[in-house]
């Protein structure tokens, strides 16, 4: 069984610029939720996929949108990078949208915005 | 808005000793929480939940303990291992509204053992 993998490690981008951060989730997990982790925070929710479409989005801006691909892995696209913007991107996948569902997380994606 | 916080930002023990962590959550509707631990370089990693009618919950060397009246939780791990040093969030994962569900995570705490 393999686990949540994310592209690519580390990224250095310049203000003002665009961005496209990878998921590949779990095997036999089909809903894929990112996640925003500033230094010395804990996760913030960015949005939910499930069945290809955007099902859930926490308080983040319209720049920050994303897709879901029919083998349930995901991309965060983040357009007009601001400085704030520098955080630690992270993919979770699970099994279905219900409470309590395990959700298993990837390494992140480290965004450096300069 | 409602958030999930923690008391301690960083919390340093010997190795052996028993490490308490805790988290105060303030939507009393929370019915469900998870801590996680994520070392350096990686996402957050399950490591324990309970559930709201249970006030108790014991896993390997973990324990979480539930107190609803003051919206309080705790994560006890015996004989704590240089292996645990980790930063530890608890999360709260409440009912889906308009049919999902999310996590949401409190500040972290950093947890140190000292050989």
């Given at each position: 069984e393999t686990g949540v993998t994310q592209s690519p490690t580390h990224l250095i981008k310049t203000r003002?610029?665009?961005?496209?951060?990878?998921?590949?989730?779990?095997?036999?997990?089909?809903?894929?939720?990112?996640?925003?982790?500033?230094l010395g925070q804990g996760p913030q929710f960015i949005f939910q996929y499930y069945r290809e479409e955007e099902n859930g989005r926490g308080n983040f801006p319209p720049r920050f949108s994303g897709l879901q691909f029919p083998n349930y892995s995901s991309e965060l696209n983040?357009?007009?990078?601001e400085l704030d913007d520098s955080a630690l991107y992270l993919c979770a996948s699970s099994l279905g949208q219900v409470q309590g569902i395990g959700y298993t997380?990837?390494?992140?994606?480290?965004l450096t915005v300069v | 808005g409602e958030s999930v916080g923690l008391h301690l930002p960083t919390l340093s023990v010997q190795e052996g000793d028993n490490s308490i962590i805790n988290c105060a959550y303030s939507n009393s509707a929370s019915d469900y929480f998870i801590w996680y631990k994520q070392e350096s370089g990686k996402?957050?990693?399950?490591?324990?939940?309970i559930r709201s009618n249970m006030d108790k919950r014991q896993g390997q060397r973990v324990t979480v303990l539930l107190n609803k009246t003051v919206k309080h939780l705790s994560l006890q791990i015996a004989a704590t291992q240089p292996g645990d040093s980790a930063v530890y969030f608890c999360a709260e994962n409440p009912e889906p509204v308009s049919g999902y569900s999310t996590l949401t995570f409190g500040k972290g705490t950093m947890l140190l053992v000292s050989p």
């Open positions: 003002g610029q665009q961005v496209t951060l990878r998921c590949s989730s779990q095997s036999g997990h089909n809903t894929v939720s990112w996640y925003q982790q500033a983040v357009n007009a990078l997380f990837g390494s992140g994606t480290r | 996402g957050p990693q399950f490591i324990i939940d």
